[in-house]
């Protein structure tokens, strides 16, 4: 049973719309992450975070933002969103960090169509 | 820069064979290796971590190795079933300023027929 959920699962929006991808652990992890897959693809990982009130920047440019207000809780945002924003997006967290073994969980993804 | 490459890209082989997927990357300075698997509309759920100074891990039917010096893991799967069918992603993982980094490959999209 995955303890990590993402809504919405799949979203179809227009160009410009605001939107926002949740990711919420019940697992007390403290790093979080969001990758970005393309079919296809390799993953990519674009945003992440230590904890609360920490967020970083990823490998992948990316338009999103982050923010992390609860160690739970690591929503991410498209202010304007475009075409090219089309892609599937993972949200993970992990346990340890710094040098100790990180074992990743993954949530099911949010398949995101911008028209 | 690390890369992560994996072959073949697709797989398909009638149920009951045993069979190999390889994943090769170029920096050799790993902390930890992992596989994992993904269906089709699903997250990735974790297979198997190797640490850099082990040889291989075993997990049922599923046995993964490394060989650091030379950039290369393989995931063994023995006896498929239908039920293996999915994509298999292999992720490098390396220290960096800023904590665990991972890469990953582009995966192996694996079928096992009936």
């Known amino acids: 049973e995955a303890d990590i959920y993402q809504t919405p699962r799949y979203l179809v929006i227009g160009t410009g719309k605001k939107i926002t991808l949740e990711c919420s652990q019940t697992?007390?992890?403290?790093?979080m992450y969001w990758y970005q897959q393309d079919p296809g693809m390799e993953l990519h990982l674009i945003h992440y975070?230590?904890?609360?009130?920490?967020?970083e920047k990823g490998d992948l440019s990316s338009e999103s933002t982050v923010s992390r207000i609860r160690t739970e809780h690591f929503p991410l945002t498209l202010e304007s969103a475009r075409p090219s924003h089309t892609s599937q997006y993972l949200c993970?967290?992990?346990?340890?960090?710094?040098?100790?073994?990180?074992?990743?969980?993954f949530g099911a993804g949010s398949r995101l169509t911008v028209l | 820069k690390q890369e992560v490459t994996q072959i073949p890209a697709a797989l398909s082989v009638p149920e009951g064979e045993n069979l190999v997927l390889n994943c090769s990357f170029t920096?050799?300075?790993?902390?930890?290796l992992q596989w994992f698997r993904q269906d089709p509309g699903k997250g990735l759920t974790s297979l198997l971590l190797?640490?850099?100074?082990?040889r291989e891990q075993t997990s049922g039917r599923l046995n993964a190795s490394l060989d650091k010096s030379s950039g290369r893991s393989t995931l063994y799967i023995a006896a498929s079933q239908p039920g293996d069918s999915a994509t298999y992603l292999c992720?490098?993982?390396?220290?960096?300023?800023?904590?665990?980094?991972?890469?990953f490959g582009t995966g192996t999209q694996l079928k096992v027929e009936l």
């Open positions: 993970a967290s992990s346990e340890r960090w710094m040098g100790q073994l990180e074992v990743l969980t």
């Open positions: 697992m007390g992890h403290d790093k």
């Open positions: 975070s230590y904890g609360v009130n920490s967020t």
């Open positions: 920096d050799s300075a790993i902390y930890n």
């Open positions: 190797i640490q850099s100074s082990q």
């Open positions: 992720a490098v993982n390396i220290l960096t300023g800023g904590g665990n980094k991972l890469t």
